[in-house]
C-alpha cells in the first residue's frame, strides 16, 4: 500500500474535511475505524444500530465519526475519559463487537516532534522550527496510513454492556431561568424544578 493511494480515497478525505487537517491522530482514528469496521463487516450506521465507544476525545475520534456514522448527536458515540487510543466498535442488537487498541510498540516515540509540538503550542517556535515540525508531523501521518494493520493495532473480540438508547423525555421550564430543560435532566429544589445550571448557582450561593 502506497500513501498517495491512501491519500486519494474518498473516505480518507471525508475524514480530512471534517477534522480540518491532518495529523497522526486522524490518521490513526480512520485506520482503527476501517481496521473495526472490517472485523464487523458493519457498514455505516443508518440509525442506532453500530455503537462506537472512544476512549479519547483527541483528532482520532473525528475519523471514527465519519467512518462509521456514530455520532455525538444520534447518541451512538461513547466518549470513555480514559485517554487511551482504543476504539470499540458494537453492534447495538447483540453488545458484541470489536475492540481496536493501539499497540504499546506501535511507534517508536519520536523526541524531536514531541519537543517541536510543544514549542509550536508556546508559540515560541521559529520559522524554520515550525517547517520542521510540518515535516515531521505530515510523515508522522503518513507512516500510519501505510503501516500493517496488525503491527499498529491489538484487534479482539469483545462485548460490552450497552447504555439504554437515546430517550425522547418531554421538556419543562426552569422555575429560575425560564428555559425549557429535559425534565429528567433536573434538580427539586424545595419543590421547584431547576435546571443544572441554576440548581449550582442556588446551591453555590448558600
Ligand atoms: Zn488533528
Ligand atoms: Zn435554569
Redesign the pocket.
Known sequence: MNVEEVLSREDFKRCLEFHGHLCPGVSIGYRAARAAMEHLAARRAEDEEVVAVVETDACSADAVQVLTGCTFGKGNLIYRDHGKMVLTLLSRKTGEGVRVAMRPDAFAPDPEHMALIQKVTRGEANEAEKARFDQRHIQRSHDVLVMETEALFKIEPTRIDLPPQAQIAPSEL?A????P?MATKMEVVEGRK??R??FQKVTSSK
Open positions: 426552569c429560575v431561568c425560564g428555559e430543560t431547576l435546571c445550571d441554576c
